[in-house]
């Protein structure tokens, strides 16, 4: 039995790679896997898929998100740029540039921790919910730092020490590298909004004669950042709530679609992977349903607002679906998403 609970949510992976796993189906990619996508390889050609990371611009997207602040760092009390350094040493003939930023980790293109989203689960079997995430990490204990127990809920509070388990961290140390599978729905239907179902997902792994294999990083096309990238960081709302399209969370079809697939990532171009906001259910209900059976039960990753269109766009040209593809992200401990400068090579 497992220290930290007794029971687990249905059809999870808590458990399954041990007990103090960390990692979630990021187990699955195995060398084997690592040598499938180098396989992809054949014209040595890379694309970049992250978008900038000052993109999307402003703060309409997510108000509690804002673009980097990049300043030089300060030398001699001046901005340490375009800095001679015979201010320092009359010898030198050195001119030397510094700087810093200040990032939001999930303002651009990003990846989401197993820490981003837990939920409310009676993990203990006392009869009690309380905040959990992947494979029963506490909230109270390993991820979000102090909580204040009240009456019947309880409530993160005080400083934030950050994930103390299942940080991003973890992603980079074994890093997200294997093959890639490109579900391209914006060649399918369009720039239009809609919520994916698993008929649709059946679709496009029909037409293109796709196969989904245990260990692959599936990667999604909509059309989204092609819409950001003509904005100039000014994003329009109405637009692109207009072409928002991403898979149903609340299609149970779907959902055991992803657990049978045995993919050990879903990276989109999107904003949230997930249609959003989902539809309206009776009764108590994750907002999140994709990212709560993804990162929750299952420990599969989520990447958002990746830069898809160059690759989609080869790959339909030459008739291809798969292809190498390394994406760690920062090795920052404690984090709970981060950027991400992906690249794939086919």
């Not at 998100?65 to 300060?74: A, N, Q």
């Not at 729905?185 to 245990?214: K, N, P, T």
Request: aromatic letters at 8%.
């Amino acid at each position: 039995m497992n220290p930290r609970w007794r029971q687990r949510p249905p059809g999870s992976t808590w458990g399954d790679f041990g007990p103090d796993d960390e990692l979630g189906r990021i187990n699955l990619i195995t060398p084997e896997k690592v040598r499938q996508g180098a396989a992809e390889i054949r014209e040595g050609v890379s694309f970049c898929l992250s978008i900038p990371l000052d993109y999307p611009g402003g703060r309409k997207l997510n108000p509690r998100r804002g673009p980097p602040e990049l300043t030089p760092t300060s030398r001699l009390g001046k901005p340490n740029m375009n800095f001679p350094l015979r201010k320092e040493n009359g010898h030198s003939t050195d001119v030397v540039c510094d700087d810093q930023v200040l990032l939001t980790l999930q303002y651009s293109t990003q990846w989401d921790s197993l820490a981003h989203v837990g939920a409310w689960f009676d993990a203990d079997g006392d009869g009690k919910p309380e905040m959990v995430y992947y494979n029963g990490w506490r909230a109270n204990e390993h991820v979000v730092g102090p909580v204040i127990h009240h009456d019947d809920h309880e409530e993160a509070c005080g400083a934030h020490l950050g994930a103390l388990k299942l940080s991003i961290s973890n992603f980079a140390v074994k890093p997200i590298q294997g093959r890639g599978v490109m579900l391209d729905f914006h060649a399918h239907f369009g720039a239009v909004r809609r919520a994916l179902s698993y008929d649709d997902v059946q679709r496009v792994l029909d037409a293109d004669g796709i196969e989904v294999e245990q260990g692959d990083l599936l990667v999604m096309r909509t059309g989204f950042t092609d819409a950001i990238l003509g904005m100039n960081r000014d994003p329009d709302l109405a637009r692109l709530e207009a072409i928002s399209m991403g898979l149903d969370g609340r299609d149970e079809k779907l959902l055991q679609w992803i657990t049978d697939s045995g993919v050990a990532a879903i990276c989109s171009d999107n904003y949230a992977v997930e249609f959003y906001p989902p539809r309206d259910v009776p009764g108590a209900s994750a907002h999140l349903p994709l990212h709560q059976h993804c990162l929750f039960k299952l420990g599969v990753p989520l990447g958002e607002l990746w830069w898809l269109k160059d690759l989609g766009e080869w790959l339909r040209a030459h008739k291809r679906t798969r292809f190498m593809l390394t994406a760690p992200p920062l090795r920052l401990p404690g984090a709970v998403g981060s950027p991400a400068t992906p690249v794939a090579t086919v």
